[in-house]
């Protein structure tokens, strides 16, 4: 079991900013990615970011390109997601997740929600002014 602790949401005004983090307490984690992913109610849950544990290469949602970054510190275990720029269609529970070896699905493999074995309890972002 690797436990995942999701922190930084909260209530922001459109055009405002967020940070999450993500820890994964007691233990150095030495899997192959961690990724941030969303849903929103009635939806399914999305892809957002995700960073190679290995060598911190990111991918990012097209529609969070330029807003949204993920980073890492291997030193805390954690993994942050700094959101800027936040729209109401960016408002959801933003969970943090682990893929703790070699992707299932390789095409895409950052996106997929099977390659990925362990979940936090999520966070709320809610973007309203």
């Known amino acids: 079991q690797v436990p995942l602790a999701e922190s930084g949401g909260g209530l922001v005004q459109p055009g405002g900013s967020l940070r999450l983090s993500c820890v994964v307490p007691?233990?150095?984690?030495?899997?192959?990615?961690m990724g941030w992913f969303r849903q929103a109610p009635g939806k399914e849950r999305d892809f957002v970011a995700a960073?190679?544990?290995?060598?911190?290469?990111?991918y990012h949602e097209n529609s969070v390109k330029g807003r949204f970054t993920i980073s890492r510190d291997n030193g805390k275990n954690t993994v942050y997601l700094q959101m800027n720029s936040l729209r109401p269609e960016d408002e959801a529970v933003y969970y943090c997740?682990?893929?703790?070896?070699?992707?299932?699905?390789?095409?895409?493999?950052?996106?997929?929600?099977?390659?990925?074995?362990?979940w936090g309890q999520g966070t709320q972002v809610t973007v309203s002014s």
């Open positions: 997740a682990a893929m703790t070896r070699f992707p299932r699905q390789i095409s895409n493999w950052w996106a997929a929600l099977v390659n990925y074995d362990y």
């Open positions: 960073i190679k544990w290995i060598d911190a290469t990111t």
């Open positions: 007691g233990i150095t984690f030495s899997g192959y990615a």
